[in-house]
């Protein structure tokens, strides 16, 4: 009993053998599936502990960074909890992000070790230059020869390997790192503990009612925190995990017959890829009738989409889930009915974990009036411990405020600016970063995007700002029309007046956009959301932005 | 680059027709697909990330302009896009 007590606070615990045992259902039956293949619970610890052992005795030790980049699969589960098991810090990348990168990422977290499933020629490309104990390749066993300093692992001996000891670490040791594009343009890894990750596992498990009898869609790559649910909160409650692989993320109508199949029963994925499902998932003909549960979140969801799909799925629970990577999930809002009309939906209350309040943009010293727009902070357990190796970007992101008994705590200033309805829940405005002034009215340019997602015809559409000398800015849209032939054809001039005309009716005067460029596709970042940033870049070449087809997944 | 000539093609069946094939390796190559990829009947579009989400729409938009016939959602599966083959075998079912 005391040792089960002591061994309870790692994100490693989760899949020990014996504890296992005890929270599942049935140790054969599948504890991970991707459609074609699946791991029962006992296959799932046994490679997870054989593979832990295989990094080990390759020279993986306690705290030592793990660079994971895997395509999203069972395997990036196994290799993401085995080096947990080592007591090593997993540092996810990107798959589909340049090589350069990815380098940027093994560099910067001064990686021991990468995983990976990638070519040799991308190997060596990632590696070069780099001082690696370990590189694992997973899946094939020819690889290429390596620097021999360097010890290698390929599919046999991640297989063959003896199972390896649970490693033990501190609580607040690192547990992973996630990368995130700094402004500018440097990334910045943001640290999670063991403690800070099973805070939130075990929250959200509770919070979303997950039981051994749930399966969880896996839609989200390791490298975007919305996979944190599916990684920690699954097997802490016993439940199944149904891996998507990425080229099914294609084809909404192969994503909803493998939900049906697969019987999932909870979803937690971007509102563009829940949009994809209502629009051509072909819906009449999948029984998704055990999908209990949506989660949506990273980016707001436009009113009217949401509604089409909770009318196409009128049995299941909808919730728009909250939070910066930096405390991973904050807020959430369960979602009563589906929405009628253009009102916003809010991101809710703080979750069971967190305490959150709005601070004055100017002095967030200072809360906010009642009513008015100001800067998001949460105090929560489920923060991060900082930014890896910038404690000057941490210091700045954290505000030490007074705790009523001569202490203090640390608060994150999330930079998100919200406004507390009238019932209570939160409504995010946007970005401190992206509000801009426009013939001095204060314009948040996600409204825009939000109003340009629900009109007719547009598949996309981003707000950015076009700068002038003078210092009157004016917003600008870059708009994917839903019929390509608009752009090119002669009636591109007729359709951008429709968007500013039907713009007008939704959005204060001075954020209706000046202009409307069309485009045949926006700049997206690693995790699907739209990027502004390079959006903006592009706006002063539209053709580029033709021919720059980046990133989309 | 192994495109056919493009021709206007009198086809009454897409399983039989070369030129369907042809055309549509063409409009992959020149405007789904990045610069410079090497596209032939029995690429894999998928696996290759040749071919994205948005790509996978065109690719839908231009075979039902192209061939004046409308495609069921429950249709657009990957099994039936994998490659060029594999769409033409799927309009050679319909």
Redesign the interface.
Same mark, same amino acid.
């Given at each position: 009993m005391d040792s089960a007590r002591r061994r309870s606070g790692l994100l490693s615990h989760l899949l020990d053998d014996e504890r296992i045992r005890n929270r599942v259902l049935d140790a054969a039956a599948p504890a991970i599936m991707d459609g074609v293949r699946s791991l029962t619970w006992s296959q799932y610890v046994e490679q997870v502990a054989k593979a832990a052992g295989a990094l080990v005795a390759a020279g993986v030790r306690p705290g030592d960074r793990v660079a994971i980049r895997l395509a999203k699969s069972i395997e990036s589960f196994v290799m993401t909890h085995a080096v947990l098991r080592a007591g090593a810090v997993m540092v996810p990348v990107d798959p589909?992000a340049p090589d350069q990168l990815a380098a940027g990422v093994l560099a910067d977290s001064a990686a021991a070790a990468f995983v990976t499933d990638a070519s040799d020629a991308t190997i060596a490309d990632i590696t070069d230059g780099l001082a690696l104990r370990c590189i694992a390749v997973v899946g094939r066993d020819d690889v290429a020869p390596l620097n021999p300093s360097t010890n290698l692992l390929t599919r046999r001996d991640l297989s063959a390997a003896q199972p390896g000891e649970l490693v033990e670490v501190d609580v607040s040791a690192p547990a992973y790192i996630i990368y995130t594009s700094g402004s500018t343009g440097r990334p910045k890894g943001i640290v999670h503990s063991h403690q800070s990750a099973l805070s939130y596992a075990t929250t959200a498990a509770g919070l979303y009612e997950l039981t051994p009898r749930d399966r969880l869609a896996n839609i989200a790559a390791l490298h975007f925190d919305q996979s944190t649910f599916e990684l920690y909160s699954a097997p802490l409650a016993g439940s199944s995990v149904v891996v998507v692989p990425d @080229?099914?993320? $294609?084809? @909404? /109508?192969?994503l909803t017959?493998l939900l049906a199949s697969q019987q999932v029963t909870v979803v937690y994925s971007v509102p563009s890829l829940f949009r994809?499902i209502a629009d $051509?998932? /072909?819906l !009449? !003909?999948r029984d998704l009738t055990r999908l209990r549960w949506v989660l949506f979140g990273g980016e707001s969801y436009p009113p009217r989409q949401l509604a089409t799909l909770m009318n196409l799925l009128p049995e299941t629970r909808f919730s728009n889930v909250y939070g910066p990577a930096e405390v991973n999930q904050c807020m959430v809002h369960h979602v009563a009915s589906a929405p009628i009309g253009d009102e916003a939906v809010p991101i809710g209350t703080a979750w069971p974990a967190a305490t959150v309040t709005v601070v004055d943009p100017d002095d967030v010293t200072t809360p906010a009036e009642p009513g008015t727009a100001g800067v998001l902070i949460v105090r929560t357990p489920t923060m991060m411990t900082g930014y890896w190796n910038r404690p000057d970007l941490t210091a700045a992101s954290v505000l030490e405020r007074p705790d009523g008994q001569g202490g203090s705590q640390r608060w994150y200033v999330t930079g998100d600016l919200v406004v507390e309805r009238e019932d209570g829940e939160l409504e995010f405005l946007g970005r401190l970063d992206n509000q801009v002034k426009v013939r001095g009215h204060r314009i948040e340019l996600e409204a825009v995007d939000d109003a340009l997602g629900d009109v007719d015809g547009v598949r996309s559409g981003v707000a950015v700002v076009r700068r002038v000398a003078s210092g009157d800015d004016t917003v600008v849209a870059l708009v994917v029309p839903t019929? @390509?032939e608009v752009e090119t054809g002669g009636e591109s001039h007729g359709f951008a007046n429709g968007v500013i005309a039907e713009l007008r009716r939704r959005l204060p005067h001075a954020a209706v956009p000046a202009e409307v460029v069309l485009v045949d !596709?926006l700049p997206r970042t690693g995790t699907g959301k739209i990027d502004r940033r390079a959006a903006q870049r592009l706006l002063d070449s539209p053709r580029d932005a033709v $021919?720059d $087809?980046m990133g989309? @997944? | 680059m192994t495109v056919p000539p493009v021709g206007a093609g009198t086809e009454s069946s897409a399983a039989t027709d070369g030129n369907f094939a042809g055309r549509l390796i063409g409009f992959i190559s020149s405007t789904v697909a990045?610069?410079g990829a090497e596209i032939v009947a029995d690429t894999d579009l =998928? =696996?290759t &990330?040749l071919?994205?989400?948005? &790509?996978?729409?065109?690719i839908v938009?231009w075979i039902e302009a192209d061939r004046n016939i409308t495609i069921?959602?429950?249709?657009?599966? =990957?099994?039936h896009?994998q490659s060029v083959d594999a769409i033409v075998a799927f309009l050679g079912t319909k």
């Open positions: 589909s @080229p099914i993320l $294609r084809f @909404p /109508a192969s017959a994809q $051509r998932g /072909a !009449d !003909d019929r @390509p !596709d $021919r $087809r989309n @997944p | 990045p610069d =998928l =696996l &990330g071919v994205d989400s948005l &790509g996978v729409v065109m938009e069921d959602a429950a249709d657009v599966v =990957l099994e896009f």
